[in-house]
C-alpha cells in the first residue's frame, strides 16, 4: 500500500522558508510523477509543483523562482523549498504521486496534508 506522509510545514512570517518533505513508502522510481498542491481556505486544491522521472520540473506561475522541487530517490522523498513567503501561500500542502497505468489511467495517491501558515 501507498503511504505518502507530509512534513515540514508551520507557522512563518512573511519573507521566511520552509521546506517540506514528502516520504514515500515504496520506490519513488514507481511513479512517473511527483508533485505538491495546495489548497487555502475557501478554494479548491490546486497545483503548486511537479516533478517527474525523469527530472523535468513544472511551476505554477505564483511561485517560479519562490519555490524549488527536488527528489531524493535513495531516502524516497520528495521537497519542497518555499523561500520568500507570502501569505497568500498560506494553505494546507499535500504530496500527490501519479503512476501511469494506461495511455487513459493514471493512478494518483495523496498525502493528508501539512499546513503552512505565512504571517504578515
Known amino acids: 500500500q501507498v503511504q505518502l506522509v507530509e512534513s515540514g510545514g508551520g507557522l512563518v512570517q512573511a519573507g521566511g522558508s520552509l521546506r517540506l518533505s514528502c516520504a514515500a513508502s515504496v520506490s519513488i522510481f514507481s511513479f512517473d510523477n511527483m508533485g505538491w498542491f495546495r489548497q487555502a481556505p475557501g478554494q479548491q486544491r490546486a497545483l503548486v509543483a511537479t516533478?517527474?522521472?525523469?527530472?523535468?520540473?513544472n511551476y505554477t506561475d505564483s511561485v517560479k523562482g519562490r519555490f524549488t522541487i527536488s527528489r531524493n530517490n535513495a531516502q524516497n522523498t520528495v521537497y519542497l523549498q518555499m523561500n520568500s513567503l507570502k501569505p497568500e501561500d498560506t494553505a494546507v500542502y499535500y504530496c500527490?504521486?501519479?503512476?501511469?497505468?494506461?495511455?487513459?489511467?493514471?493512478?494518483?495517491?495523496w498525502g493528508k496534508g501539512t499546513l503552512v501558515t505565512v504571517s504578515s
Open positions: 516533478i517527474t522521472s525523469g527530472g523535468n520540473l
Open positions: 500527490n504521486a501519479v503512476r501511469r497505468i494506461t495511455s487513459d489511467y493514471n493512478m494518483a495517491y
